[in-house]
């Protein structure tokens, strides 16, 4: 299986073409969207066989346990100079005719990310699929401790090796997640959200103290054990992929045995009727 990290992939390809090109043109958005995943589709159809295309839904069960989850994400939209309301809403304009005229799978499960389907699909694919994950995205690493699983980073061009994905899960947990809110196990839930609060710093002696309370399953340090163990908690529940709830767990499941609704047939008309002529020898 061919596993797209939809947002990651794509909005990564937004900030590229938008040095170039006004990416608020629906055609300009629509001909990125299409030749990105028909690039990925041709890559590795023939090695890794279907395409998954994986979505975000509009809220994620993380935010209902942890507030803070990504809310810096939010103020940087407000920076931008771009109408991110506006790419976002062509973009699921798009996904719908896609869905309706590729025969790609698309997922989308209420409450969810892309990088919990990925997760599920991952733990719950049979021993003998090999599967490709294509994101940037480090969390993903993880995930290589299941049988057969690679990931591909677009950035980057090539493939992402981790030789020890428990360690580091491990390690992760520990300094937690800068670009998803998550703080370090040291440090208060709202340390990116309150100015005046900072990080405890993680040395290489505090991280290696904490790597080794978690593996021998002695979480205390110093005085604030209490605190420790929920910060512990915390991000291992918004970083370890196997932590999802068992509730969404069974809705990707339930949505992932749903037959695809593209029909093959239509892609043609499809590229024509939308000006994308110069991909209409498209490999599906």
């Not at 937690?176 to 609060?197: E, M, Q, R, Y």
């Not at 080794?212 to 291992?236: C, M, P």
Request: glycine fraction near 2%.
């Amino acid at each position: 299986m061919i596993l797209i990290d939809n947002n990651q992939l794509l909005i990564s390809n937004v900030f590229v073409a938008m040095k170039h090109s006004d990416i608020e043109d629906e055609s300009t958005l629509r001909h990125l969207v299409v030749n990105t995943y028909r690039y990925y589709n041709q890559k590795f159809k023939n090695e890794y066989g279907d395409m998954i295309i994986c979505h975000d839904s509009s809220k994620c069960w993380r935010k209902d346990i942890f507030e803070h989850y990504k809310s810096n994400r939010k103020k940087a939209k407000e920076k931008s100079q771009h109408d991110w309301n506006k790419i976002f809403n062509t973009m699921t304009t798009i996904r719908g005719e896609i869905e309706e005229s590729f025969p790609w799978k698309n997922m989308s499960v209420p409450c969810t990310e892309a990088d919990d389907i990925i997760a599920v699909i991952t733990q719950n694919s049979s021993p003998m699929e090999s599967i490709v994950i294509v994101s940037s995205d480090k969390d993903f690493q993880q995930l290589q401790r299941f049988p057969d699983v690679q990931q591909y980073s677009p950035h980057k061009k090539n493939m992402i090796v981790c030789e020890d994905p428990e360690a580091f899960l491990i390690e992760h947990m520990v300094k937690g997640d800068v670009s998803d809110g998550i703080p370090n196990v040291l440090s208060d839930d709202d340390t990116f959200i309150d100015p005046d609060k900072k990080q405890t710093t993680m040395t290489k002696k505090r991280v290696n103290e904490a790597i080794g309370h978690y593996t021998s399953g002695a979480l205390d340090f110093e005085e604030t054990q209490v605190k420790y163990i929920r910060n512990w908690i915390r991000n291992k529940t918004m970083i370890d992929m196997t932590q999802i709830p068992q509730e969404h767990k069974d809705r990707i499941l339930d949505e992932w045995a749903e037959p695809t609704v593209g029909d093959k047939s239509q892609v043609f008309e499809y590229m024509v009727n939308n000006r994308l002529g110069d991909m209409v020898d498209i490999v599906i």
